[in-house]
């Protein structure tokens, strides 16, 4: 009982062929492969077919999957009129997460508790699928906007922005949201991966363990921090813009307050390589938006502050919530987005526990009371 501890912090809760951060090579190692090498090169199915299957699909193998990741033949238009019912004041993650429950339903039971691999991977392609039909509708049912069918002619990523956006993109913003979503996939074992895994260890569910990942990647410190981060990024633009920029920043390492997509428990002290490879986009998209530049200003001013009143760098996270304004996505699809991405990673996590289960069922460092008499 003297090895507690707290967070799990360093602690190896299981072992996995899907993904490893190498921290002191700067590499996100994704079956194999540097997920920066794949974001260069690779779209987002390919990427997720990979993440999943274990290995890069053929022509024939991706068109298929693209196919399954663009269906809603199986999408019950009852779902809407669940999320319907539900308070326009709710978050969209709350909708998606309700979304996920509800859609479990259309399984037999039989079929939804068949943790073989074959099933997993039939009901995870499903809920790729329905993840992103789930994140365009449910912000645009909150909005009270018609609902959106896929479009199977375009591609998955071109597809997922224009439901968001209600219109077509160009290729140079399709492009930029593809290499956002692969950077998103998957990432070793975040708490939204370990979440789900807890759940899949019991022999529960996929669409059981995606509500308890999308629960946990909510949170604002972990997925939820890429809305903090251009809520402030706004806020210091309201409040004079790059002039303040540092003394903002100052004021608020002095109250101790936590600067959002900063920091990270794996990379620590260093640069996010994913942050890395995806700010260099924040230049083409600049002039997407009025005061495109300024808003790129305060984001190099902060990133400078925090290097060296704390030595902490961007996540992903923080670039990503820039690159998400300037491609005009409405704030509270940020976080909804990064776990829609997020959920091919899911799918493979929980094959993995399933293939290769043990019960989580770790111990505590008791610390109440004993010995009180009734
Ligand atoms: C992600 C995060 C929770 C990891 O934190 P952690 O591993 O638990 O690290 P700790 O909370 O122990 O912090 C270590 C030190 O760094 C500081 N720190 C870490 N992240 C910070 C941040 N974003 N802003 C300001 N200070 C930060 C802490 O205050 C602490 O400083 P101290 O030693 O002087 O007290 C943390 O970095 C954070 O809150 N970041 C902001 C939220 C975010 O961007 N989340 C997305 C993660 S992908």
């Known amino acids: 009982m003297n090895d507690f501890k707290p967070g799990l912090d360093g602690v190896i809760a299981t072992d996995t062929n899907v993904s490893y951060l190498d921290v002191d090579n700067e590499e996100i190692v994704i079956r194999g492969y540097d997920l920066i090498e794949l974001a260069g090169s690779k779209t987002y199915p390919e990427v997720a077919y990979l993440v999943i299957n274990g290995n890069l699909p053929n022509t024939k193998e991706l068109n298929s999957f693209q ?26 993650m709350d909708v998606i997460r309700t979304g996920i429950s509800y859609l479990a339903g259309f399984h037999s039971e039989q079929n939804l508790m068949d943790t073989s691999e074959n099933q997993n991977l039939n009901k995870g392609t499903r809920l790729i699928a329905e993840v992103a039909i789930l994140t365009a509708n449910s912000h645009r049912i909150l909005n009270g906007q018609k609902i959106i069918k896929p479009d199977s002619s375009k591609t998955f990523s071109e597809n997922f922005i224009s439901m968001i956006l209600g219109k077509s993109v160009s290729q140079k913003q399709v492009e ?17 991966t ?34 903090a981060a ?53 230049s083409d998209l600049e002039s997407n938006i009025e005061n495109g530049e300024e808003l790129h200003n305060i984001y190099k ?18 670039p990503i919530a820039l690159l998400f304004y300037m491609l005009g996505i409405p704030i509270p699809l940020y976080t909804p987005i990064f776990f829609a991405s997020r959920t091919a990673g899911l799918v493979a996590h929980v094959i993995e526990q399933h293939n290769n289960n043990r019960l989580f069922r770790p111990r505590v460092l008791y610390t109440g009371p004993r010995g009180l008499k009734l």
């Open 67 to 92: 196919k399954l990741l663009l269906d809603d033949s199986a999408f019950p238009s009852e779902t809407y009129d669940l999320l319907n019912l539900i308070p326009k004041s709710s978050m969209v």
């Open 176 to 192: 930029i949201f593809d290499k956002i979503l692969t950077c998103y996939i998957e990432h070793e074992m975040p708490n939204s």
């Open 194 to 227: 370990f979440a789900a895994r807890v759940i899949a260890s019991t022999l529960s569910d996929m669409y059981g363990a995606f509500v308890g990942g999308i629960s946990s990647l909510k949170g604002p410190l972990h997925g939820g921090a890429n809305e």
């Open 230 to 282: 251009i809520h402030m990024i706004l806020d210091i633009k309201e409040k004079g813009g790059s002039k303040i920029a540092e003394r903002y920043i100052l004021d608020k390492l002095k109250n101790k307050e936590r600067i959002m997509g900063f920091g990270h428990r794996v990379y620590m002290k260093k640069y996010d390589p994913r942050a890395l490879f995806l700010k260099d986009y924040i």
């Open 301 to 318: 001013i902060v990133e400078n502050v925090m290097a060296r009143e704390k030595g902490l760098y961007p996540n992903t996270d923080y």
